[in-house]
């Protein structure tokens, strides 16, 4: 395992959770995470364990957000399926609203023409 793999899968993880392919890239990021526990063993510098440790968390938050992501999403595919679902158990529109019963028209002018032309007779009577 050399420091030039941990780079190109830390490399490979970014890209996939650029592109989507986030369970892709939680392994890659799993991966990374394993590999770099164990380099500091294999080099002998008394500052790199505090470095790589670092290092490790940053990386190790950024699992975590492709993690959160991946929740996300998979509560949005629940939640259009549980919408699906009762959408199909309700009733058409048709059956919940049924159309109003027609009114009966009624004239409302027919008693002011009667008025009107009771007023006219009554005035061909005075006159005549």
């Not at 510098?45 to 968390?57: A, N």
């Amino acid at each position: 395992m050399s420091l030039v793999m941990i780079v190109e899968n830390v490399k490979l993880a970014h890209e996939y959770a650029l592109l989507g392919n986030y369970d892709s890239a939680i392994v890659y990021h799993q991966g990374v995470l394993d590999q770099m526990n164990k380099y500091p063993y294999s080099v002998k510098d008394i500052y790199l364990p505090q470095k790589w440790q670092q290092v490790w968390q940053e990386i190790n938050v950024e699992a975590k957000h492709v993690k959160d992501i991946m929740k996300t999403l998979k509560s949005f595919k629940l939640d259009s399926t549980f919408l699906q679902a009762a959408q199909h158990e309700l009733p058409a529109a048709e059956e919940v609203w049924s159309l109003p019963a027609p009114r009966k028209r009624t004239n409302f002018l027919l008693p002011l023409q009667n008025q009107r032309q009771m007023s006219l007779i009554a005035l061909d009577l005075t006159r005549a």
